[in-house]
């Protein structure tokens, strides 16, 4: 390894990207392959390992380069892998498809059609990324990146111009004029409330104590959303320089990144990031030669919802239980070891540079009047594209859904999204042309949260949703608090009895009173929303709850106790298959005789309906199935 | 002719030849006639069943000697079982040992700490809890309090493969709870529990961060995507013939 000198002035910094540059042939094939963990998960490594052996086998390895890179986004076709020069997308590749694509694409530059993506309403073949539906809508400002970069190269970020804008900040700005170009940006905190981050830094800044602190918060631990973490994974650089142009506006000298454990990848890029930073004197004492210094440690999360609020934050990095406690005085004025502190969002601080490169006025045309930007959301749920989608603010509902996000799965009716995770609320479909920003989400009752953003279709059952997210927010309350730790037990009490069958018609008042003292009374804001998609359903899904308890009835035949799985005798052939899987062997019937399920003995597991290749399973609710009638012989039908 | 005859008798028994070799070896070493073996053989007899003697039976004081024996070697069966686990938590006291001085002993790296234990050992047992506390200088309370807080960390040992279902909100509405379920079943054990062959952690996580997938589960870090229950039992029965081999 070429050992890496430290870089001493602007002028430094300038020169070693043109030197970078100067050194990269554009003529070079490159092969850019994904390994953040949606990519992983489906087999990434075995693709990699692949065209490695298959570049050796043709002598080429010293040509062509490997590129581990972060996430696209659009991890429902992974492995995704890119051909430089040319541009050439590839989805879907397996390791077995490695060797045509070094003779053909590589050394022939030719396309392969096939591993190209395939538009869902047309069957056609697209070439360019901009045309692929997922990707023509959006606006990437921060993830464009994740495909030209090694997170584990720092040249790579300086090759795009990266530590730029710090180097142009610490010669050519006052700290002052840093905190006005943000607040003028009107950043705002991507991490749910929507705080201007501009205010946040100023209050910091202004608040007696030394030493001040910046805080990174990467504990994304709402299910469901995963933006930060393939920010963190994929370009580790953009968040430090993000975080020290912070520090120096605030005029703090010491930094925290708070990763959740269970990003390892994130863990193990930031420190990596971390480590060059300091080598090439962009980050530690005196960065730049600028007489500005500033220190990084990285705090691990060990797993807990709870700890991502700003005061139990600070807490778990004392070293003590992340454990919320009573913000009389905001965290931002007496927050770490009673120090100011300045607690952002990772992609509120990802947005940090892009403002100080191109301007405020430049930042606030992008976006809506009150939110400026770009916002990531993962679209996920039952939508035909699945993965990360950035956008401006403002754009509707409807286009993230059915423009981005393709539509319904299996062509089956929409029912609601649900925004902000166990904080948010459920949006139903008359509000689908809402402009999604901080302010029109709040107005509809749920939040933009973090951007968790989930589909939920005919099929999704209201009740049980909600119940998933009381159910996951008993577990995550700290139990510092009476509302939560009671309340929230309570609501879930009453939910479970709802999707059992038991409900009773008073239920509903009590949960909107529970709800009601929740909002109240709770010390954090883990308890202040937890409300809010209990409030949010019983509002827009009404008839959920009272088809549950009045007919018990589960419309989306979703809860267990309300539904049963039935043989369609006119649709039975007869096939074994179900018989074979079930687990509870509740099924009886042979070759040519139609199939019958025992309802005493079904434990409704729902794997006959899985496996059953004529649709002859269906789900029955209220769970009163016709008699059964045992040993009908099968009519099969001619086609 | 009449030499030959000898060996095979013995005061006009016929003798195997194992105990003709014993006889002989009798002859050299100790040096007994022929009569003198007879007599003595005679003594052993009676003392065995205790006839005419004072003495307890030599069956019995035999029978007591051989209880003794076993009882001496499950105690030291015991002790070896105790050194080497005194040995082993003397490993780990080092190893925690080398992880607080890699934090500098500083008593705010507690969660760090704890997290290298248990990415380690798979489990923070009470003897490290005990010596974290002395080398950090903080309370047990404390510490008890912060490993039982977080869901990373587990205060019983794990099994050798940690399967993790995603019950994230993406994968609740896509059938997670039923995989969940599908594994329960199978393994009859519930979220959270080992299996009692100590083969299979079963643990339900809130997000694994491939939501696209759903729904998910993990397997010692090996992703299993778009699941249905059916093929749970599949998968996980290969691990179950891995599991005996190791």
């Known amino acids: ?639 | 002719m009449k030499k030959k005859q000898d060996k095979q008798f013995f005061v006009g028994l016929r003798i195997t030849d194992e105990q003709r070799s014993l006889l002989s070896k009798i002859q050299r070493n100790a040096g007994l006639s022929k009569t003198e073996i007879l007599l003595k053989g005679l003594e052993v007899i009676g003392e065995y069943y205790s006839l005419g003697l004072d003495r307890p039976p030599l069956s019995l004081e035999l029978k007591k000697l051989e209880e003794e024996a076993v009882h001496h070697a499950e105690t030291l069966k015991h002790i070896r079982r105790r050194e080497d686990a005194l040995k082993e938590i003397i490993r780990e006291l080092r190893d925690i040992d080398s992880i607080v001085d890699k934090y500098g002993g500083d008593a705010s790296a507690l969660i760090q700490i704890l997290l290298d234990i248990q990415a380690k050992y798979r489990w923070v047992s009470k003897p490290a809890m005990i010596w974290i506390s002395e080398r950090l200088g903080v309370p047990m309370s404390r510490i008890y309090h912060t490993a039982t807080f977080y869901k990373v960390l587990s205060l019983k040992p794990q099994g050798l493969h940690m399967i993790r279902v995603c019950l994230g909100t993406a994968c609740h509405v896509r059938g997670g709870s039923k995989i969940m379920e599908t594994v329960e079943r199978i393994l009859n054990v519930k979220e959270g529990e080992t299996t009692t062959d100590g083969l299979f952690s079963v643990e339900g996580v809130n997000c694994l961060g491939c939501c696209a997938l759903g729904p998910v589960m993990t397997i010692d870090g090996e992703y299993y995507g778009g699941l249905k229950s059916a093929a749970v039992e599949k998968i996980l029965s290969n691990y179950m013939k891995s599991g005996e081999k190791a």
């Open chain 1, 1 to 639: 390894m070429k050992t890496v000198g430290r870089l001493n002035s602007p002028a430094d910094l300038e020169k070693r990207q043109q030197e970078i540059q100067a050194k990269r042939d554009p003529d070079r094939p490159i092969v850019a392959i994904c390994v953040s963990t949606g990519c992983n998960a489906l087999g990434a490594q075995k693709v990699m390992e692949a065209f490695k052996t298959e570049l050796e086998k043709c002598n080429k390895a010293g040509e062509v380069e490997i590129r581990q890179t972060g996430c696209l986004g659009f991890c429902e076709v992974g492995p995704r892998v890119i051909i430089y020069p040319g541009d050439i997308y590839y989805f879907k590749v397996k390791p077995e498809d490695v060797p045509e694509v070094v003779s053909k694409s590589i050394i022939g530059k030719q396309v392969i059609e096939r591993l190209l993506y395939t538009d869902l309403v047309t069957g056609k073949k697209i070439k360019k990324l901009e045309d692929v539906p997922f990707y023509k809508y959006q606006l990437r400002l921060l993830l464009e990146d994740n495909a030209k970069i090694n997170p584990k190269k720092i040249e790579d970020y300086i090759a795009l111009g990266g530590y730029s804008a710090l180097s142009k900040v610490l010669f050519e700005m006052k700290p002052e004029q840093v905190l006005e170009e943000v607040k003028k940006a009107n950043l705002r905190g991507r991490g749910g409330g929507g705080f201007p981050a501009g205010r946040k830094w100023e209050t910091t800044r202004n608040a007696p104590g030394e030493p001040k602190y910046v805080l990174v918060n990467c504990d994304e631990g709402d299910p469901g959303a995963f933006m930060d973490r393939a920010l963190m994974e994929g370009n580790p650089h953009i968040i430090l320089e993000g975080l020290i142009i912070g520090a120096y506006a605030i005029g703090a000298s010491e930094g925290f990144i708070y990763v959740r454990e269970e990003y390892p990848i994130a863990v193990e890029n930031m420190a990596t990031a971390l480590r060059h930073a300091e080598e090439h004197g962009l980050l530690g004492s005196n960065i730049l030669g600028s007489g500005f210094s500033f220190r990084v440690r990285i705090h691990r999360g060990a797993g807990a919802f709870v700890s991502g609020e700003s005061s139990a934050l600070m807490s778990a990095i004392e070293g003590m239980v992340g454990e919320p406690r009573p913000k009389y005085i905001h965290t931002s004025v007496k927050g770490l070891w009673e120090k100011p502190s300045c607690l952002n969002n990772v992609e509120t601080w990802a947005n940090v540079p892009l403002i100080t490169r191109r301007g405020a006025d430049w930042f606030r045309s992008v976006g809506t009047k009150g939110s400026s930007g770009t916002k990531i959301f993962s679209l996920v749920g039952k939508v035909n594209n699945t993965g990360l989608v950035e956008v401006p603010m403002g754009i509707t509902l409807r286009d993230l859904v059915y423009k981005i996000g393709g539509g319904i799965r299996g062509g089956k009716k929409f029912k609601a999204v649900q925004t902000g995770g166990p904080s948010g609320g459920f949006i139903p479909e008359r509000y689908l042309d809402l402009p999604v920003d901080f302010d029109e989400l709040t107005k509809v009752g749920s939040m933009m949260g973090s951007g968790g953003m989930i589909v939920l279709d005919e099929g999704t059952c209201i009740v049980d949703v909600t119940r998933y997210y009381t159910n996951f927010l008993v577990h995550e309350s700290c139990g510092k608090c009476i509302p939560c730790r009671e309340g929230l037990r309570q609501i879930l009490n009453i939910l479970n009895r709802i999707c059992d069958g038991k409900g009773k018609e008073e239920d509903l008042q009590t949960l909107e009173d529970l709800s009601e003292l929740l909002r109240e009374t709770s010390l954090c804001a883990l308890g202040t929303t937890a409300a809010n998609p209990i409030i949010t359903s019983l509002t827009h899904f009404r008839e959920e709850y009272e088809a549950h308890i009045k007919e018990k009835h589960c419309p989306a035949k979703v809860c267990k106790a309300l539904t049963a799985y039935y043989i369609n005798p006119d649709k039975c052939q007869a096939c074994l298959i179900c018989l074979r899987n079930c687990p509870s062997k509740a099924i009886s019937g042979e070759k040519d005789t139609v199939h019958v399920i025992n309802q005493e003995k079904c434990i409704r597991c729902g794997a006959c309906y899985e496996v059953c290749t004529f649709k002859a399973v269906e789900k029955i609710s209220p769970p009163l199935p016709p008699p059964a009638s045992y040993g009908v012989k099968v009519i099969r039908g001619k086609k």
